[in-house]
C-alpha cells in the first residue's frame, strides 16, 4: 500500500471513529450513565488503541472484545458504572485495579482519580497496557505484576479498588487494604450467575449493595510469567 492510501485510510478510520464514538457516549448515556466526568473522559479515550489492529473497527461498540490470553477488554457500558460507582460519593485519591487488563480501564481511571494501582497477574498484558499509558502520556499510574487476590498490601490503605474479573468470594485482602469509607467494586459470584457489587468500609464494619448481574472472567490464582 502507498503512503498516501495509508494516510488516507487512518484519517477515514478517525473519521468513523469520531461518529461511533460519540454514538456510543450517547448509548452509555442512555442506559443510565449520568456522571459527565466519567462519559467525558470515556469520549476522549482511543479505546481502539487498546485492542488488536484487526479489532479497531470494533473497538466503539459497546461489548468486551478478545485481547489475548483468554482475556477480553471489559465493556464499556461495565467501564462506566463501575467508574461511577466508584465516584459516586465525591473524588477519591488512592485508587486500586485488580486486572489490568488492556489497560483500557485503567486508563479511564486514571483521568479521574489521582493515582492508581494496578494489579495484573499476566506480564504480556501488563507490558503492553504500560506502554499504551505511557504512549497517552497517562503518568499517574503504578502497576504491580502479581495476585490480585494478595490486594498491594505495602501501598495500603486506598480509597477505592476496583476489581475487573469475577471473584467466587470477595477477597479478604482487599476488604483489609480499604480506607475508612472506602469503596470496593467487585463482580462476585460462581459459573453464570454473577452479581455486582459495591462495598463500603463504614465506621463499624461494611455495609454491602448488589447492583445487578454481571458477565465477567474469573479471577484466577497467581501470577503468570
Ligand atoms: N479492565 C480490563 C479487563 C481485563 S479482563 C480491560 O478492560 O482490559 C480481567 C483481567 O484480570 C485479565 O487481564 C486477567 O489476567 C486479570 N486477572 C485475573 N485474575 C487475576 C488475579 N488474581 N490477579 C490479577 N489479575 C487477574
Given at each position: 500500500m502507498g503512503r498516501e492510501q495509508d494516510d488516507m485510510l487512518r484519517r477515514g478510520i478517525g473519521m468513523t471513529s469520531?461518529?461511533?464514538?460519540e454514538r456510543l457516549i450517547q448509548r452509555l448515556y442512555e442506559e443510565g450513565i449520568s456522571n459527565a466526568k466519567v462519559l467525558e473522559v470515556i469520549r476522549r479515550t482511543p479505546r481502539h488503541l487498546f485492542v488488536d489492529e484487526a479489532l479497531a473497527?470494533?473497538?466503539?461498540?459497546?461489548?468486551?472484545?478478545?485481547?489475548?490470553n483468554n482475556q477480553t477488554i471489559s465493556q464499556p457500558y461495565m467501564?462506566?458504572?463501575?467508574s461511577e460507582l466508584l465516584l459516586e460519593a465525591g473524588p477519591l485519591d488512592k485508587v486500586m485495579e485488580i486486572g489490568t487488563g488492556s489497560g483500557y480501564q485503567t486508563a479511564v481511571l486514571s483521568q479521574l482519580v489521582e493515582r492508581v494501582f494496578s494489579v495484573e497477574r499476566i506480564k504480556v498484558l501488563q507490558d503492553r497496557a504500560k506502554e499504551r499509558l505511557v504512549e497517552l502520556n497517562l503518568r499517574n499510574v503504578v502497576f504491580r505484576w502479581g495476585d490480585g487476590w494478595e490486594g498491594w498490601p505495602a501501598l495500603a490503605p486506598y480509597n477505592g479498588i476496583i476489581v475487573t474479573a469475577v471473584a467466587t468470594d470477595v477477597p479478604q485482602a482487599l476488604l483489609d487494604q480499604l480506607a475508612p469509607g472506602g469503596r470496593l467494586v467487585?463482580?462476585?459470584?460462581?459459573?453464570?450467575?454473577q452479581q455486582l457489587m459495591l462495598i463500603i468500609r463504614e465506621e463499624q464494619g461494611f455495609s454491602r449493595r448488589v447492583l445487578g448481574n454481571v458477565r465477567f472472567v474469573p479471577?484466577?490464582?497467581?501470577?503468570?510469567?
Open positions: 469520531q461518529r461511533t464514538r473497527h470494533r473497538a466503539y461498540e459497546d461489548t468486551a472484545l478478545p485481547i489475548g467501564v462506566a458504572r463501575m467487585i463482580p462476585v459470584g460462581a459459573g453464570e450467575v479471577l484466577l490464582n497467581g501470577p503468570l510469567a
